[in-house]
């Protein structure tokens, strides 16, 4: 049901106006119809028609929006609501013509010299229509145009930035309302390039298309020939499709010492924004077509708990549940820095959720345990853990502590507390793993699926609680990621040092991750309740780490090779040359959702699996290393199935020509 806002006086202005504009215009048609006597005639019953037929107005135009439509913001759906009215109070007309005046006219004392079958007749409505139209359209048009030339002012007056947009015009064609509406200040687009053909020749809201991306250095120079320098490029979202070959648009815009800016992604219903380009931003195959009406679905008014809030990926979490409408928010971390900066960066968001955060580490239980308690979440993500890779091949039991036991700890605790959902990160490392950190994180899946199947066992098929876990790879410009290191080195002045020439990974950015993973817990709670509890997000095609150092050192303004060299270290321990996505053993599973999939892999009993888990407990006091690997390698057979390569690589430097 359509839910109407509340009156304020702005509202009962309009609906004056709105009042005003009707009377005018069936005046206005009667006076045009019937001007004379004939007029002079009709008008004791038009104003005995007048007041109850306004009053129909006032009650037609707000059901339609108008009395509730910013005029600031009036638009192609506003003047079609304007016709809708203008035609739903010509059809009243006309009914109240035919079937309720025109069989009383004739003989009353208020219209006693009135001839003719009907009062008003087909011609005076036919003319109410157009003047109605405009009546109601003229002032809202005028007030917006106003508008739209104060903002033109004020961003010459302040000194806005001569600007040249890179995009298609669909693209440019948003910012530009952003401009105009003031959500985006202090630029002056002067011209779109577009690598699209159809948009050549163009005007997008009176701002011309200048030509193609090719095109870019001989418009900027011929600004500059007249006087009129481009201080700025902006470029949207489809000026980094592949097609647009965005490397050679911001290399040669920085080349000719402009300020580079971009539009983030305009999917996700965020008011437009720019920020800087980031490399990152040019690494990456198109991201999936997120369904936001399925992740608001989610969270929105949920209680929602985000273990790790202050890492990479539990920050990012937090932003996007508090995005789509989560009630309250509890962030845990032991990072004290860590927590005030993702609380104070979510407070900045002015968000509706009731945020909080608590210092808590997931190994103490009887913490973990009280939170979440005292919080009765809904939906608890699980993004607490240790992921560096050889840190945890020397300090083994740490990772089991955090991975494994922490993981436990938060699995029982929102079990205990009446959550409806865990969601745990894992990581592609956990398939087949080699490592520490896989091998930890497969134990904690095991863990989490076991879970999830004696609860469906005791439950029919329906568990109170869904306990999944979603593996990706990489995520780029995370803490301890691979881009900001080659990133510092480059501005160091190198070397960037990479491990291995054939060393492969798989990438994607920290908001399509922590969207998918979202969309992977929506899947999960859905009323059919599949039976799978482990998803694997579509990372795309794999990237050569070589490759992404070469083109971060150009995307730089440098040449590999002769400004800066790429010098390989050897693999360290725990690494592999090439991430998999899924086991040999693990049959995959189609979902039907786009950039998920779901993996089937090996189920141990919780039974085997509470004797383990004792057994680590046992030799973690003991600091006992063969006894912890031994009881790892009986849960997880295949680790070190698919060893890495000998370490033992020639080191040296990677000239180009």
């Given at each position: 049901m359509t839910r109407f806002p509340r009156f304020t006086l702005r509202n009962f202005l309009i609906a004056a106006h709105d009042a005003l504009a009707t009377a005018l215009a069936l005046i206005a048609s009667f006076y045009l119809r019937f001007e004379g006597e004939s007029f002079v005639d009709r008008v004791p019953?038009?104003?005995?028609?007048?007041?109850?037929?306004?009053?129909?107005?006032?009650?037609?135009?707000?059901?339609f929006h108008l009395t509730t439509t910013k005029w600031r913001f009036i638009s192609l759906p506003d003047a079609l609501n304007i016709l809708r009215v203008a035609t739903v109070l010509t059809v009243a007309l006309l009914v109240m013509d035919y079937v309720f005046v025109a069989p009383n006219v004739h003989g009353t004392p208020v219209a006693p010299n009135v001839q003719g079958a009907f009062f008003l007749g087909k011609i005076t409505i036919i003319l109410y229509w157009f003047l109605e139209v405009f009546f109601l359209s003229a002032l809202r048009f005028a007030y917006r145009y106003f508008r739209y030339t104060r903002v033109r002012h004020h961003a010459k007056v302040e000194d806005a930035s001569p600007t040249l947009l890179i995009g298609r015009a669909a693209d440019a064609e948003i910012l530009l309302r952003g401009i105009e509406s003031g959500a985006v200040k202090r630029i002056w687009p002067v011209g779109l390039l577009s690598p699209s053909a159809a948009d050549q020749g163009q005007l997008i809201r009176n701002v011309p298309v200048l030509g193609g991306i090719d095109d870019i250095e001989d418009v900027i120079g011929d600004f500059a020939r007249r006087n009129k320098p481009i201080a700025r490029v902006v470029m949207t979202p489809s000026a980094f499709d592949p097609e647009a070959r965005p490397e050679a648009v911001l290399m040669r815009a920085r080349r000719l010492g402009m300020i580079v800016s971009r539009l983030p992604s305009l999917e996700s219903g965020e008011t437009p924004r720019l920020t800087t380009v980031a490399v990152e931003d040019l690494l990456l195959r198109p991201s999936e077509n997120i369904d936001y009406a399925r992740l608001e679905g989610l969270v929105k008014n949920k209680a929602v708990i985000v273990t790790g809030g202050g890492g990479s990926i539990g920050s990012e979490i937090c932003s996007r549940v508090a995005t789509f409408g989560a009630a309250r928010l509890l962030v845990i971390e032991n990072s004290e820095p860590a927590l005030y900066a993702v609380t104070e960066a979510l407070a900045a968001h002015e968000t509706s959720a009731l945020i909080e955060g608590r210092i808590?580490?997931?190994?103490?239980?009887?913490?973990?345990?009280?939170?979440?308690?005292?919080?009765?979440?809904?939906?608890?993500?699980?993004?607490?853990?240790?992921?560096?890779?050889?840190?945890?091949?020397?300090?083994?039991?740490?990772?089991?502590?955090?991975?494994?036991?922490?993981?436990?700890?938060?699995?029982?605790?929102?079990?205990?507390?009446?959550?409806?959902?865990?969601?745990?990160?894992?990581?592609?490392?956990?398939?087949?793993?080699?490592?520490?950190?896989?091998?930890?994180?497969?134990?904690?899946?095991?863990?989490?699926?076991?879970?999830?199947?004696?609860?469906?066992?005791?439950?029919?098929?329906?568990?109170?609680?869904?306990?999944?876990?979603?593996?990706?790879?990489?995520?780029?410009?995370?803490?301890?990621?691979?881009?900001?290191?080659?990133?510092?080195?480059?501005?160091?002045?190198?070397?960037?040092?990479?491990?291995?020439?054939?060393?492969?990974?798989?990438?994607?950015?920290?908001r399509e991750a922590c969207d998918l993973v979202i969309t992977a817990a929506a899947h999960a709670l859905a009323p059919a309740r599949p039976d799978v509890s482990v998803y694997v997000l579509n990372m795309g095609q794999p990237v050569k780490i070589v490759d992404l150092a070469e083109r971060m050192i150009r995307l730089s303004g440098l040449q590999p090779g002769h400004d800066i060299d790429v010098v390989f270290t050897g693999m360290r321990p725990g690494e592999r040359l090439n991430e998999i996505l899924f086991a040999t053993e693990e049959p995959t599973i189609e979902i039907g959702v786009a950039g998920v999939m779901a993996a089937k892999p090996n189920e141990p009993p919780m039974l085997a699996l509470r004797k383990w888990i004792a057994a680590l407990e046992h030799a973690i006091a003991r600091d006992d290393r063969a006894t912890i690997k031994a009881v790892l390698k009986d849960a997880v057979p295949e680790f070190g199935s698919a060893m890495p390569l000998e370490q033992a690589t020639p080191s040296g430097p990677l000239l180009q020509s």
């Open positions: 019953l038009l104003l005995n028609i007048l007041p109850y037929f306004v009053a129909f107005s006032v009650v037609v135009c707000y059901l808590a580490d997931i190994r103490d239980r009887e913490r973990i345990l009280r939170l979440m308690n005292e919080f009765k979440p809904d939906i608890v993500f699980h993004a607490a853990a240790l992921k560096h890779v050889p840190i945890l091949e020397r300090d083994w039991s740490e990772g089991v502590k955090t991975n494994i036991f922490g993981s436990v700890n938060v699995a029982d605790a929102a079990l205990a507390a009446g959550a409806e959902a865990m969601v745990m990160i894992s990581t592609d490392k956990a398939i087949e793993p080699v490592s520490m950190l896989g091998l930890t994180k497969r134990f904690a899946e095991m863990y989490c699926q076991a879970l999830d199947h004696d609860l469906a066992s005791q439950f029919g098929g329906k568990p109170r609680m869904r306990l999944i876990s979603v593996r990706f790879g990489n995520v780029l410009a995370s803490n301890g990621s691979v881009v900001p290191k080659f990133k510092a080195q480059i501005e160091a002045g190198g070397p960037v040092t990479v491990t291995h020439p054939e060393m492969v990974r798989y990438f994607m950015t920290i």
